[in-house]
């Protein structure tokens, strides 16, 4: 198993640029979440799934687009890149909200 | 809105020292979960608290749940080294199944 996969590990983007991060999970788990972690911060929660088709919006959504057509995949969208979005994004998945399994994280750079 | 807050925010001790962490919610959890970051790395689960008052253990670890629901801690006993990292409380927001993270407590042993 590979657990959850994200990519691109590095990401270096100029602002008002569009990209999407992609995060596929292999453990058939219900459950998706993105998060970003900004440095000497937590985690604060951006979208989030709880199945194929089902998306809601977490602590802080704006700017970042979610979709979830398949269990394995849940790629996030950034629509118009921004400096306030360097950040490290992390993906995880959960098979019933106990006990995530996170990604090992793609570092962006918005400049 | 909910909001998870970890004291310390930072601790450093010898070791061999013991050190505890605490995570308050300004609202009452459904559940506990804790996890661990190393340097550089990403989240990884600890464990899970579900019940009033549960405690624990996982070696030189021993988690509490509060009578509340309310408060958590995590203590390590002698520590040593590999216990370097920041750990994290998290918890669903009321009624959802989305996960918010505490602000965590960051470790750091000298040998």
């Known amino acids: 198993n590979a657990g959850v996969t994200q990519t691109p590990k590095f990401q270096v983007l100029k602002t008002g640029q569009s990209m999407t991060l992609q995060c596929a999970q292999d453990m058939n788990h219900e459950y998706m979440s993105w998060y970003r972690q900004d440095p000497g911060m937590g985690l604060r929660l951006i979208h989030y799934s709880v199945g194929a088709g089902i998306t809601d919006q977490g602590e802080v959504p704006n700017g970042y687009n979610v979709s979830r057509s398949t269990t394995e995949d849940f790629p996030l969208r950034l629509l118009s890149a921004a400096p306030s979005q360097t950040s490290v994004y992390f993906c995880?998945?959960?098979?019933?909200?106990?006990?995530?399994?996170f990604g090992s994280g793609t570092r962006l750079t918005v400049v | 809105g909910q909001q998870v807050m970890q004291i310390p925010q930072y601790q450093h001790v010898q070791e061999g020292e013991d050190f505890t962490t605490y995570c308050n919610s300004s609202t009452t959890l459904s559940n506990i979960q804790w996890y661990k970051q190393r340097p550089g790395g990403h989240p990884v689960f600890l464990i899970q608290l579900v019940k009033s008052g549960e405690v624990k253990k996982q070696k030189r670890l021993t988690f509490q749940f509060g009578e509340a629901k309310k408060n958590s801690s995590l203590h390590i006993t002698a520590t040593q080294t590999t216990d370097v990292g920041t750990y994290f409380c998290?918890?669903?927001?009321?009624?959802?199944?989305?996960?918010?993270f505490g602000t965590g407590t960051r470790l750091q042993v000298f040998p």
């Open positions: 998290a918890g669903p927001l009321y009624n959802t199944d989305k996960l918010i």
């Open positions: 995880a998945s959960s098979y019933s909200g106990e006990g995530y399994t």
